[in-house]
Nanobody, 124 residues
């Protein structure tokens, strides 16, 4: 049973930084893609970043490119999302997700496993 547990959310002022963590367990993730999504009230879940567990170039949408960085520590079975230069529009619940396939994709429907989410609030 795959379990994903996020942590690190909180309240931060615009321009500040946060680092989210996602502790993964229950499987060997070597052939997985790990992703981060976010969902603001009244909006659809949005792709934020993804990386292959085996390594390689991560992928970001234009909305966060240059500000957010996804990384993974295979020894700790943990995926991180470093968020810099945060904006009020980054406010959302952030979810960690896992896809049992080595191809990076963006639609949330292509990810099979989800964490419970962690709230990020950016004040202006």
């Amino acid at each position: 049973q795959v379990q994903l547990v996020e942590s690190g959310g909180g309240l931060v002022q615009a321009g500040g930084s946060l680092r989210l963590s996602c502790a993964a367990s229950g499987r060997t993730f070597s052939s997985y893609v790990m992703g981060w999504f976010r969902q603001a009230p009244g909006k659809e879940r949005e792709f934020v970043a993804a990386i292959k567990w085996s390594g390689g170039m991560p992928y970001y949408p234009d909305s966060v490119k240059g500000r957010f960085t996804i990384s993974r520590d295979t020894a700790k079975n943990t995926v991180y999302l470093q968020m810099n230069s945060l904006k009020p529009e980054d406010t959302a619940v952030y979810y960690c997700a896992a896809r049992p396939n080595p191809l990076i994709t963006m639609p949330s429907s292509t990810y099979d496993y989800w964490g419970q989410g962690t709230q990020v609030t950016v004040s202006s």
